[in-house]
């Protein structure tokens, strides 16, 4: 997960409301700088990072919304469902990534499990999202799936996938949407930024 | 430089060379004390002062009455403050009366009675004009210093109420009377002297739960409390914690210390030791009590005790309005919570971006803090409690990741580590819900050939998370509320110059 820009510029003794655009036009930015990313399905790791800068921005507009015009509460509703859209996405892939541990654990015995207990010392796009802990209960041998077991979550794997390319598709719609009206340059005239 | 009390600094008495010589007289539910001065509208300069205790409040937490006893030990104060007044040739003799008076069901004989004695009729305040002339009494001796900060809050702690007021750059800009005190909490709680253990924790348990309950949500960091508790309390840590006779402060620890003593000896014993009047230390404990759990609420490192009050805003205000001066104290109460009534045509100050953030990140924090028994007490398996907790910890971490810049970098880099933990901490139960939840839901949307494998999923899950309450539960039960809200307060202290542009 990326971590929040230090916002620059601010006036600790002026007015919330000048100070409070900076911090939201840094969010916006911040955003942003994920949309490239935007048509490749298989980002997981950048569209969880725009889900994030999409969340930071939304708590942002939230914490200085009674500054800002009436209209931010539509903006607000906009990128909370940005947000929700990719946070749904994100629980579908961390689900996959928990159901391919399992079926592959199972298949690979212990140098995959131990190769999955040391990534979350790594950094960045080598990390993964599950804890060493719950990895440990998941390929815990004298809990392994019978084969009736197994079928089912690769039947449920097959299931996640499907809705996965679902709910990309209409989060991809609804990015685009937004591009259409140029929600960007709204959102920041709206704001007076 | 303004004044911290905002005051009209050409009052009814600028002009004249001599200041008048005024007294005033507060009958309080512990005490009645007297100060006689020479007025001036920012200035008191202060000839003679007494006081009395004679615990009106005592007889009439009991019966709703004033006793008949009280009403004669009263009297008698009163024509010997009366006599003292000749003494000093006074021009103006002002009395009031307070909480006990207000509450009791023969006051208008009482004070009848007390205007055929003296001479002087009582004029009964309610608690926010108290609130707003225990502003003017204890603040204008602060109101030269350079270093008094933007928000100033005032604690007045009497025998019957507490009277809060906060201001802002001299203006108050909030107020609150609370009907307890040291003498009620005492009259109400304590069955032995000293009081019994279970005592203070009941007293303790309520003060806790009735101070949640008020509607101020923050407190300045300059907090000047009076009353005769808090002078008391000041006397009783000079002399038993040897501290200097020049402080007029106490830390959280000198308070905890002191109510240790007194929860320790008797009245008796911590009158002869520390020469303190026997029936004020009798109920000197209700009073530190409430202060202690003042400080707890709102994380107040340490009080700062004035030794004025009520008689001296009385006073002050009269050389500010003159003969009406208490009904324009009311109008100025009247209009409002958010009141800028001390200078004339000054308009409210704005909020600035640090004072912003400083209510927003305490409010932020109390939100999340709000959350903690409930995550401990996981009852029902309920996942909502987490679920809050860590929304909550979040936005907490949104806010401070705004401020990031402007904030002093250590006490910052400590709160927000802490905030982060939480937030990590709550999220690794949640997302671990959210699967379960969402598996759940699984088994309602998926054909039966997918089920044997969602079952399995939840139960390893399910393993998992009871496995991980423990972990969770233990974080939570250690997190130093208060350790965290003094190094959040501390991390966006106010100041001239920031890292950003002041």
Redesign the interface.
């Known amino acids: 997960m990326a971590k ?1 820009k ?11 409301e ?2 409070a655009q900076v ?1 939201v036009r840094t969010r916006m930015d911040e955003m942003y700088a994920w949309e490239e990313y935007v048509d490749n399905p298989y980002n997981v790791h950048e569209l969880h990072n725009l889900r994030i800068a999409a ?2 921005l939304r ?2 507009l ?2 200085f919304q009674d500054v800002f015009p009436e209209q931010a509460a539509e903006i607000i509703k906009e990128v909370e469902q940005i947000q929700e859209e990719l946070g749904s996405l994100h ?1 579908k892939d ?2 996959i990534a ?2 391919r541990l ?1 079926l592959g654990g199972q298949d690979s015995g212990s140098g995959y499990e131990y190769a999955l207990m040391s990534a979350p010392q790594k950094s960045g796009k080598l990390q993964f999202a599950i ?1 060493p ?2 990895v440990a ?2 390929l ?1 041998p004298e ?1 392994a ?2 084969a ?9 794997l097959e ?2 996938q499907h809705q996965r390319e679902e709910m990309y598709t209409a989060f991809r719609q609804h990015w685009y949407q937004l591009k259409g009206k140029d929600f960007r340059q709204q959102v920041l005239s709206m704001l007076k930024i | 430089m303004y004044c911290i009390c905002g005051c009209e600094k050409v009052g009814v008495f600028m002009q004249e060379q001599y200041p008048p010589v005024c007294a005033a007289v507060d009958i309080g539910s512990n005490t009645i004390r007297i100060v006689i001065a020479k007025c001036m509208p920012d200035h008191l300069d202060i000839l003679a002062a007494d006081e009395a205790m004679v615990r009106i409040g005592e007889s009439v937490n009991t019966d709703g009455m004033i006793s008949s006893e009280k009403r004669k030990k009263t009297l008698t104060v009163l024509r010997r403050y009366k006599a003292l007044t000749r003494s000093y040739n006074t021009s103006h003799f002002f009395v009031i009366a307070t909480e006990a008076i207000r509450k009791a069901q023969n006051k208008d004989a009482f004070i009848a009675e007390i205007k055929d004695a003296i001479g002087v009729p009582v004029a009964i305040i309610d608690g926010n004009i108290e609130a707003a002339l225990m502003f003017y009494g204890v603040t204008y001796t602060v109101a030269q210093d350079a270093h008094v900060p933007n928000s100033v809050g005032v604690m007045d702690l009497g025998g019957g109420s507490t009277e809060f007021v906060l201001a802002r750059k001299g203006h108050i800009t909030g107020s609150t009377s609370l009907p307890i005190g040291s003498g009620w909490i005492h009259d109400r709680y304590f069955t032995a002297d000293p009081p019994t253990a279970v005592d203070m924790d009941t007293a303790s348990t309520f003060l806790q739960t009735f101070l949640a309950g008020i509607p101020i949500k923050r407190f300045p960091k300059l907090c000047l409390v009076t009353g005769g508790t808090a002078n008391v309390l000041l006397h009783l840590a000079q002399k038993a914690l040897r501290l200097s006779t020049e402080r007029v402060t106490l830390t959280r620890d000198e308070v905890l210390r002191c109510e240790g003593l007194l929860c320790s000896l008797s009245s008796r014993e911590i009158a002869e030791r520390y020469q303190i009047d026997e029936k004020r230390a009798r109920v000197l404990i209700g009073g530190v009590l409430i202060i202690h759990a003042v400080m707890d609420r709102y994380h107040i490192a340490e009080i700062q005790v004035s030794e004025h009050g009520i008689r001296e805003g009385v006073l002050i205000a009269y050389a500010r309005y003159g003969e009406n001066w208490l009904e324009a104290v009311r109008q100025q109460m009247q209009s409002g919570r958010k009141i800028s009534p001390y200078v004339p045509g000054a308009e409210e100050p ?5 004072q ?1 953030g400083q209510q ?1 990140i305490h409010e932020r924090a109390e939100q999340m803090f709000g959350w903690r028994n409930d995550v401990l007490a996981q009852q029902d398996n309920d996942i909502e409690p987490v679920h809050k907790m860590r929304v909550a910890s ?2 907490l971490r ?2 401070m ?6 904030g002093e970098p250590e006490a910052f880099k400590y709160a927000y580590r802490s905030v982060k933990k939480t937030a990590d901490t709550l999220g ?1 139960a949640r ?2 819900d ?2 379960i939840a ?2 759940r839901q ?1 088994l309602e ?3 039966e ?9 939840i ?3 399910s ?2 998370r009871d ?2 309450q423990e972990e969770l539960s233990a974080y939570i039960h250690e997190l130093d509320e208060r350790e965290l809200m003094v190094a959040l307060d501390a991390s966006l202290a106010e ?1 001239d ?2 890292n ?3």
């Open positions: 929040a230090v916002v620059e510029n601010l006036h600790a003794h002026g007015s919330v000048e100070n911090i969340k930071r708590y942002s939230e914490i629980d961390v689900m928990l159901i399992c804890q802990e719950l209960q998941l815990d809990a799936p019978s009736e077991q197994r079928q089912g979550l690769e039947f449920l299931s996640l | 704005q909020e600035d971006f640090v912003f927003r979040r936005r949104a806010l990741d705004a401020y990031q810049s402007i690794n997302d671990t959210v699967m969402t598996l699984q949307d998926i054909p050939k997918g089920h044997p494998g969602i079952l399995w999923l139960d390893r899950l393993c998992y496995q991980y100041r110059s920031q950003g542009k002041s």
